[in-house]
């Protein structure tokens, strides 16, 4: 689906951490209007949540609404509007969801299955023009409905009644779970959207809420936004802070300060700062959900030479990439998938370790230098010169720079060239798979599943930059999707094998998984950070201890 291309951008939505920022002082101070004030890094588009994509606008209207599930952390979610997590039935294509009883929107209104069912219609019809709309797919005819072909009202959601919701699904979805802990998914007031049209969203006031909090002093052109307690969500009683204030800060260094007056609770870090303030008490750091890589354009002979795209990984150090040049806490990776995206449900151990293949990012500047021989000799020529391509960020940029010194300094006879260019004519060159050999990228992935990485290297999918293309690999991601789509075990047995395939194939160079650095008051307890959805702050309390 075009749309998600968006999530190519680096900036694009935060994945993953369920980190939770506990510490002594467990017990929370017994003054009941506790606040705290949290950095937010741009302005934000809107509240409307079938229509927002900027991680913004995900964190305030997270805290300010909430669906079925909620993200527990990184990989398990737990029931928030729903009474209990579903075990679907049907061969694992219908969720049956009962909602809690007495559910109220903020204004008062009575929240029913109804709720969930107009959302949902509303995100599949095309008029809408949702963004994530194709997170919705795996429901029943929400692609005739996508593309025109069926009505809304066939999309594979009924309300039983007031608080039962059935949802029919085309085929077995174990990510299901994480699509209903998400923003498209979460419900909506008919009545409400109804009465303000267009102009649902647009502000604090043309906006009703059915989560731990309610936003305050809201419009499009607003630098900072209130956070209030709802006293018509179920859950309130566990909700400690009185008021949070969200602050834009778009130069980080303007964030550390006022962190370090104490006029923020909780910033994130640019680079360099991530690197100079690890011995702060505050500092904290978790994945971000991100895995960057250099896509081979293999409609290029070049490219398809296996000798050449070994040499130039290992030509690559990239612990000195991540330690020298990015410097914001990300980690060398082990394959397509970054950390905290599946563990193995026999072992619990972390994807990443099981599916490692180590010569795929390895560092041998000598082994790199006799593949290159060969592979020049393969293709006929002792000269290569590559164009690589690469959007105009500075991360990108930095580290482009850094694969064209390291692969020019140890392969005789290459010219690499990087080409940077503005976000979307970067992604459109890689589009039309023309213009370039090497294409700089990055996936963040909107919720924990391995399915959004392995996408990326199955042949024809419309994100495969490079049109990488391997039948073995196919097979495997195929059954992943397929035959053993019910099977928790056996799919994760398949995209192993799909990642072993694709790394010792080189189907692509995997530089670095990123990671969100942050500075968090200590006295800042039970803040957490879920699936696609930024910062939580439904458990968080403040104390006097530090």
């Known amino acids: 689906m075009p749309n998600q291309l968006k999530r190519f951008v680096g900036i694009s939505v935060v994945l993953v951490s369920g980190l939770a920022l506990a510490g002594c002082g467990r017990t929370a101070d017994a003054s009941p209007q506790q606040s705290a004030t949290i950095m937010e890094q741009a302005d934000i588009s809107s509240l ?14 997270n805290n300010a609404e909430e669906g079925l599930y909620r993200m527990k952390n990184s990989t398990t979610v737990e029931p928030g509007l729903a009474t209990a997590i579903v075990s679907p039935t049907a061969n694992q294509t219908v969720y049956t969801f009962h909602l809690r009883k007495g559910l109220k929107w903020s204004n008062g209104d009575a929240l029913t299955a109804k709720d969930f069912v107009y959302a949902w219609r509303r995100a599949v019809t095309p008029s809408t023009k949702a963004a994530d709309a194709y997170q919705f797919l795996p429901i029943k005819n929400a692609q005739a409905i996508e593309k025109g072909k069926l009505s809304a009202d066939k999309l594979g959601v009924q309300a039983v009644n007031a608080t039962t919701l059935r949802v029919t699904l085309t085929a077995p979805t174990p990510y299901f779970k994480y699509l209903v802990a998400s923003v498209p998914f979460l419900p909506l007031n008919q009545k409400v959207v109804t009465k303000y049209g267009q102009g649902y969203g647009t502000s604090a006031k ?9 936003v305050q002093n ?11 307690k709802n006293p018509n969500y179920w859950d309130r009683r566990h909700v400690k802070l009185a008021t949070v204030k969200f602050q834009v800060a778009k130069s980080p260094q303007t964030a550390l300060s006022l962190y370090q007056s104490k006029k923020l609770d909780n910033i994130v870090l640019s680079g360099q700062q991530a690197a100079q303030e690890k011995t702060n008490p505050g500092y904290l750091t978790y994945p971000s959900g991100e895995t960057d890589y250099l896509a081979y354009n293999f409609n290029h002979k070049a490219m398809q030479n296996r000798n050449i795209r070994r040499a130039l990984s290992l030509a690559i150090d990239r612990q000195s990439l991540v330690d020298d040049v990015l410097k914001n806490g990300t ?34 500047p000598n082994l790199a230098k006799r593949y290159w021989a060969k592979g020049l000799r393969q293709l006929g020529v002792n000269r290569l010169t590559l164009n690589l391509v690469c959007y105009d960020v500075d991360t990108f940029k930095n580290a482009a720079e850094y694969v064209q010194a390291n692969t020019e300094k140890y392969l005789k006879g290459l010219s690499l060239k990087v080409n940077v260019q503005p976000k979307v004519q ?37 994100n495969n930059a490079g049109s990488y293309s391997n039948a073995a690999f196919d097979r495997a991601y195929t059954r992943a999707n397929g035959v053993d789509a019910g099977s928790a075990t056996r799919r994760y047995a398949d995209f192993k094998q799909a990642n072993q395939i694709a790394m010792t194939d080189q189907a692509v160079a995997v530089l670095n998984q990123g990671q969100i650095a942050r500075l968090n008051n200590p006295q800042l307890k039970g803040v957490t950070y879920a699936a696609a959805q930024g910062i939580s702050l439904k458990t968080a309390y403040k104390t006097s201890q530090k």
């Open 331 to 364: 980690k060398v990776p082990t394959g397509m998938a970054p950390a905290d995206i599946a563990k193995n449900p026999k072992t619990g151990r972390d994807f990443t370790q099981d599916a490692k293949v180590a010569s795929a990012v390895a560092y041998n």
């Open 48 to 61: 409307d949540s079938t229509m927002i994509t900027d991680v913004g606008a995900l964190e305030t209207v």
């Open 218 to 228: 809201w419009t499009a052109s607003s630098t900072s936004w209130t956070l209030k």
């Open 206 to 214: 043309k906006t009703v809420y059915d989560g731990p909090y309610t």
């Open 426 to 462: 970067a992604i459109t060159t890689m589009q039309k798979k023309q213009g370039y050999d090497i294409g700089f990228s990055n996936w963040i992935a909107s919720y924990p599943e391995l399915n959004e990485f392995f996408q990326l290297l199955n042949t024809n999918n419309y």
